[in-house]
């Protein structure tokens, strides 16, 4: 194992946020935080749409349009192809509504794609689930094991682009571009991209959803879905209202009277991100992220898993008959939490689950190495 030095906290970084001060949150990677002035941003948006309802109504389809390209510009995407969407599951079943499936097609996952984003595959076709060992090395093996599972029937490969429980690359340029030579449509699951890589949206894929409210410092509620020109016609709002007419990006967010302030702050998000010097800020959390897993690795029964560089979480498989189960690993989740004070994601496996790490900004070396020796007692 490479031995790193001691990663220095970003100064500041906890006084940015309101996270109590008495938990160590480090699980960023589940629901995100707001920074403070991001809160203030909505906070102001809330305040001026309950001083004049219908002034704040009325020119939202506007509102929508302006914040909506400066969500494009921070991502690198096509204003013209994306839309704002509450959360990545939405986005799962705004892709898949959108693509044609004939009774026998198939839809490729892997077991490590997330729940309610493979359920939304599941309700529209035959899911073929591709079994990823988390130990397979690297990006390479990824890619083979997903290309020999497609079946003549394949019609749809929904991928992570940085999976949840393993927290590494899943659908890497090439196995997109290799998808697509193969005639299958490609759907990708960007949780997590949003304010962890430099190039957020999955170049060559046929739809791509990302939240911005987990790395995105935006609020919750705001994600957005990016489609490609081919497909852009068929995307239709789950819950149709005003402007059906106008068509995607706008068809697929106008909701009439509902909180918009979570999008129209979303800009803010991504701005405090760049203010604070984006790559500093990757940089940052994935040492620290490397560190915990590190310190993490170093407790016997617990097995490092191969990572992605760069990425701001760590994971590592747990012993045998430790959270096999959703329910164990709960509970796990839940004592850790409630004894020692720390936030961490637990994920259920059979013949043994897994421990997920995050860094961010407001996090501090201690809060790992204080984990890190207190992990055995609840693993004996
Ligand atoms: C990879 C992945 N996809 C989808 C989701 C679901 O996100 P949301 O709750 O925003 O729908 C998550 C949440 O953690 C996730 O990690």
């Given amino acids: 194992m490479t031995e790193h030095a001691t990663p220095s906290a970003f100064p500041g970084g906890p006084g940015l946020f309101r996270l109590d001060p008495e938990t160590a949150h480090l699980n960023h990677g589940s629901y995100g935080a707001v920074p403070v002035p991001v809160q203030e941003a909505q906070h102001a948006l809330r305040t001026e749409a309950h001083a004049d309802p219908d002034a704040f109504f009325n020119t939202m389809p506007d509102r929508l349009d302006h914040a909506r390209g400066r969500i494009a510009s921070r991502l690198g995407a096509d204003p013209a192809g994306i839309s704002f969407i509450s959360n990545a599951t939405e986005g799962a079943h705004l892709a898949l509504d959108a693509i044609p499936l004939a009774p026998g097609d198939e839809i490729l996952v892997t077991d490590h794609g997330y729940g309610t984003v493979v359920a939304a595959a599941a309700r529209r076709a035959r899911v073929t689930t591709v079994a990823l060992d988390p130990l397979l090395p690297d990006e390479d093996a990824v890619r083979e094991t997903v290309l020999a599972a497609l079946t003549p029937r394949t019609r749809v490969a929904l991928l992570d682009h940085v999976s949840s429980p393993t927290a590494r690359l899943i659908a890497s340029p090439r196995l997109l571009a290799d998808l697509a030579a193969r005639g299958v449509t490609t759907v990708v699951d960007g949780a997590h991209t949003p304010g962890t890589l430099a190039r957020p949206v999955a170049e060559g894929a046929d739809f791509w959803f990302g939240n911005l409210h987990k790395w995105g410092y935006a609020p919750s509620g705001s994600a957005v879905l990016a489609v490609a020109p081919a497909h852009r016609a068929a995307v239709r709002a789950l819950s149709p209202s005003w402007h059906e007419d106008r068509g995607f990006p706008l068809a697929v967010e ?127």
Avoid at 275 to 299: F, K, P, Q, T
Avoid at 326 to 346: G, H, M, N, P, S
Avoid at 369 to 377: I, K, S, T, V
């Fill in 254 to 380: 106008y909701r009439a009277t509902v909180d918009y302030t979570g999008w129209l702050a979303a800009p803010e998000g991504l701005a405090f991100i760049d203010s604070l010097g984006g790559d500093r800020v990757r940089a940052h959390n994935a040492a620290l992220a490397a560190y915990g897993a590190e310190l993490l690795a170093r407790i016997p029964g617990l097995t490092a898993l191969p990572h992605t560089e760069g990425l701001p979480m760590r994971s590592l498989l747990l012993p045998p008959g430790t959270a096999e189960t959703q329910d164990a690993a709960a509970a796990l989740r839940e004592e850790i939490a409630a004894k020692l004070r720390t936030r961490v994601l637990v994920w259920a496996r059979p013949g043994g689950g897994g421990i997920r790490v995050c860094g961010q900004i407001y996090n501090r070396p201690e809060e790992y190495e204080r984990f890190a020796a207190a992990l055995p007692g609840f693993l004996a």
